[in-house]
């Protein structure tokens, strides 16, 4: 029969941190860490194939199940030498998520657990220390009703409330335990009140229940959503870890706190995060509760500060990753809860992945393949603020928080996580407000440009999940009051309303009014030091998307190794050339036509000089004219009467001549290089336009590599009838500037006709590049405009795993670009090939063509850096460098 239940820390640890697929990355830290000898309470984990089992039988736990936990329950039991459910000698437990991937808040957690009267009396008595037994008492209660039944929170914080009011108390730590004694039995009045039954005293009740809710938590709104975003598939569900609970609420000598082995917001080498005294864990990440710095525990605590470090230290080295680590001390004995690899900043990633390589720690290959994702490049490459001391020296700054996640974002606030996800779909940039966010908030925190919390701290749930997202959040402005209601942020006498504009530095922790200007990110430093040992491994290379010098400068400044897409459509419709190109479409002759297209001649050439200048030395694909004509020409009346009197012509002959461009289906229309058969001459503008700016920079002693790409090609024949005209124009331009330059001529896969006729197509194409975009479209029968109106069912039901214009569907469009290269190179040995879809930039499609052989995969300029990581990452796995560097 198949284990269900493995333990650790009794008399046998079964489970290793390999084993994170059934156990969950917490269980299976947890038995790594018990194995090694630390000081983790001991307990059991119930695996995630039991996730499964309970989603797919009707939320039941199976029966075989519980003979694995009653013997693994009574193991420790006798490990702590207490009882579960014992009056005298009391065992509580915690019952936690984890999944294989870290989902920090998103699934349940309950704490405290086997409590009731009879117990809390016990514990009491055994403790000596009665206020401790009813503040855990009145925990559990709170949230066994919120995490298990799904009670109102807000009902017992009322609770909670009043009774302080009544007391005098201001806080929490206030309350004696006769009060606490009294809060209990008002918690048990509220549950009642809220839920119409009393609250369960019978301990393995409450376990059995507890256990369900954290498997149910796995399909709760919150986590799927978190899920989606994150684009995490495949797993089975979350593994459910029982633990023996110890204590951080027991007074002076007790505590409980976060911390990571690195700064997680920089990389430096310290001890970072916070503690809480006399607590819980719960209230560390709450934001209820202002923690303490890390470094105040060396004064506190000296001697658990000092066995927390070297246990920092060990965990660090074991896993050869920046921990996170979850502590707790009960009467002055530290205990280990959890560690996990540490999320962090793009920033921090980089520079702890060239400081464990100069430690020694790790290897540069290991360090490529593990300790830097593609999204951590792609953070440090988004804008910072162009002049700080401006905003500064403005007033503009309204407050000063904790620099929970770095970077710079600038949005109209709003207070609400929905509010946040509309205005996010209708175009707009938001920072979402929350005087403290909660799991609810994730799919709002996504949306937005930065966060912006009045409380809770640097380990917060905001902080963590803004980092884990490279988001820019600046937590803990406690100064500022935000009201829901009015949908108000208020400093002092100054009210930011919602729909303003405000920016938050998540660096330096400041709030500030207004649209500050954002200056763009330089690769430089560490990073620069990183993608060098990138560019060492990869073997897949890597070009841009680009129209214009400008960007083509950005992409090579990025590490772009040539331009593998210009749309040339893009250079038409500036201001300058749109009305040459519109009396091109409006003309009635093929001598006007050709009249109109010499006005746009010389722009299109000073357009590809200043290109071939940039990527000097480095191949430039060139796309021929793609989109319809009728793009290019005004559809509303109001346009076309002023188009008209610009003109001089008839606004009726003018809107007979729109009217007659207008498609049913434009995609599969008159566009690609069916224009450029049916309209030979606009085919021949842009080749001579090439070539010769080609000549034009060659004469500069400048090396220029001009590829020429037919579009839409699904017949050998059309690229055959373009070549030919391209082939004709270049022997005009080399006699005339009597010089000759080295040129290709290929095609765009993007039919999936000429995927299947690739061979006879490689006849006449020197190099192919597929277009992934309309080759996605047509294969899926998709459209990429329209598809938003159902892709988020899909999404949800899994009748998709992933958004195909995101990340290439392997399985279809995948097979079509496998065969195309094939083939292709069966008919031109050692052609080359590559895609310039969106796909290029996507990490996991970019793995996919490395696998297929593509020599090159070309996307938007600030995804150059993102891509050649995923490159590497790709050459690393074919020659078996592990994916992960120990297991966390």
Not at 45 to 54: G, H
Not at 437 to 461: I, N, Y
């Amino acid at each position: 029969m198949t284990r269900l239940v493995y333990r650790f820390g009794v008399s046998a640890t079964d489970g290793r941190a390999q084993m994170k697929d059934l156990l969950g990355g917490k269980g299976a830290n947890l038995a790594e860490m018990a194995a090694a000898g630390l000081p983790v309470p001991p307990g059991f984990t119930i695996s995630t194939a039991v996730c499964k089992d309970v989603s797919e039988h009707h939320g039941e736990l199976p029966k075989q199940l519980w003979p694995e936990i009653d013997a693994a329950l009574a193991e420790v039991e006798a490990k702590m030498e207490l009882k579960f459910g014992d009056s005298t000698r009391p065992l509580l437990v915690s019952v936690r998520s984890g999944a294989a991937v870290s989902m920090p808040g998103m699934m349940d957690t309950v704490l405290n657990l086997g409590m009731n009267d009879a117990v809390a009396e016990g514990l009491a008595k055994r403790t000596n220390n009665p206020r401790f037994a009813w503040d855990a008492y009145r925990r559990f209660i709170q949230m066994f009703a919120d995490v298990v039944m799904d009670a109102k929170r807000s009902a017992f914080e009322d609770a909670m409330d009043a009774l302080k009011h009544e007391r005098g108390a201001k806080t929490d730590q206030e309350l004696t335990a006769d009060d606490l004694h009294e809060l209990v039995n008002r918690f048990k009045k509220v549950y009642r009140d809220q839920l119409g039954q009393d609250f369960p005293s019978e301990p393995r009740v409450q376990l059995e229940r507890a256990i369900l809710a954290v498997f149910r938590s796995w399909m709760s709104e919150r986590a799927v959503k978190y899920r989606e975003v994150q684009q995490i598939r495949g797993l089975l569900g979350t593994a459910v870890n029982v633990q023996a609970m110890v204590f951080g609420n027991m007074g002076q000598t007790s505590g409980t706190g976060v911390c990571f082995t690195r700064n997680p917001a920089t990389g430096a080498k310290e001890l970072y995060g916070e503690y809480l005294i006399d607590a819980q864990g719960e209230d560390v990440v709450a934001g209820t509760r202002t923690p303490l710095p890390i470094s105040t525990l060396r004064d506190k605590m000296p001697e658990i500060h000092g066995q927390l470090v070297e246990m920092a230290q060990r965990l660090e080295r074991h896993f050869k990753n920046v921990q996170d680590i979850e502590f707790t001390v009960q009467e002055s004995k530290l205990f280990l809860l959890q560690t996990r690899h540490g999320k962090r900043t793009g920033a921090a990633a980089v520079k702890v992945a060239v400081d464990l390589v100069a430690e020694g720690l790790v290897t540069k290959e290991e360090a490529i393949a593990n300790l830097v994702e593609p999204t951590h490049v792609d953070q440090l490459l988004h804008p910072h603020f162009a002049d700080e001391n401006g905003y500064r020296k403005a007033g503009k700054v309204l407050a000063k928080g904790l620099n929970a996640s770095p970077g710079a974002a600038v949005g109209r606030i709003v207070f609400d996580a929905d509010v946040a996800e509309e205005w996010k779909s209708r175009g707009e940039k938001v920072i979402l407000a929350r005087i403290e966010t909660s799991p609810e908030d994730v799919a709002g925190m996504h949306a937005a440009e930065g966060v912006l919390t009045t409380r809770g701290g640097m380990t917060s749930h905001a902080a963590v999940v803004a980092r884990g997202w490279g988001k820019p959040c600046v937590a803990g402005v406690g100064e500022l009051q935000i009201d829901y209601r009015a949908k108000t942020l208020k400093s002092g006498d100054r009210v930011v309303k919602e729909g303003d504009w405000i920016s938050l530095n998540g660096t330096t922790g400041e709030v500030i009014e207004g649209k500050a200007a954002l200056a763009d990110a330089l690769v430089s430093g560490e990073l620069a030091t990183f993608m060098a040992w990138v560019d060492e491994v990869r073997t897949l290379k890597v070009r841009t998307n680009a129209d214009t010098p400008k960007d083509a400068k950005v992409a090579r400044d990025f590490g772009a190794e040539g331009i593998g897409l210009v749309r040339t459509e893009h250079m038409f419709f500036e201001e300058s050339r749109i009305q040459a190109m519109r009396e091109m479409i409006l003309a009635d002759t093929v001598d006007a036509r050709k009249k109109a297209l010499a006005k746009l001649l010389p722009h299109q050439r000073e357009d590809f000089v200043g290109i071939f200048r940039v990527m000097e030395g480095l191949p430039v694909t060139i796309r021929l004219l793609d989109p319809p004509l009728h793009e290019f020409l005004p559809h509303e009346r109001v346009q076309q009467d002023e188009l008209a009197r610009v003109m001089g012509v008839n606004v009726e002959r003018l809107r007979s001549r729109v009217a007659s461009l207008g498609e049913a289906n434009p995609m599969l229309g008159h566009r690609g290089c069916r224009l450029g058969i049916t309209h030979p001459e606009i085919t021949e503008m842009q080749a001579r336009a090439i070539l010769e700016a080609a000549c034009s920079v060659t004469k500069e002693g400048k090396k220029v590599l001009p590829e020429i790409m037919v579009p839409l090609v699904g017949h050998k024949t059309e690229l055959a009838n373009q070549k030919a005209i391209v082939l004709r124009v270049a022997e005009d331009v080399f006699r005339e500037q009597g010089m000759r330059v080295e040129f290709k001529v290929g095609t765009m896969i993007e039919v999936p006709r000429a995927a299947l006729r690739a061979a006879e197509i490689a006849e006449d194409a020197e190099f192919f590049s597929f277009g992934t975009n309309d080759l996605t479209q047509m294969t899926l029968g998709f459209s990429r405009d329209d598809i938003a109106s159902f892709l988020p069912k899909y999404l949800a039901q899994g009748v998709l795993q992933d958004d195909p214009f995101q990340t290439l569907d392997v399985e279809g469009v995948g097979q079509l670009v496998k065969l195309a290269t094939e083939n292709g190179r069966k008919q031109r040995p050692g052609m080359k090939i590559g895609i310039c879809g969106e796909h290029g930039g996507d990490p996991r499609s970019i793995a996919f063509c490395a696998d297929v052989g593509l020599d090159y995969v070309s996307c938007s300029p600030f995804r150059v850096p993102v891509a050649r990581l995923a490159a590497a990452q790709s050459a690393l796995k074919k020659k078996g460098v592990k994916g992960k560097v120990g297991e966390a």
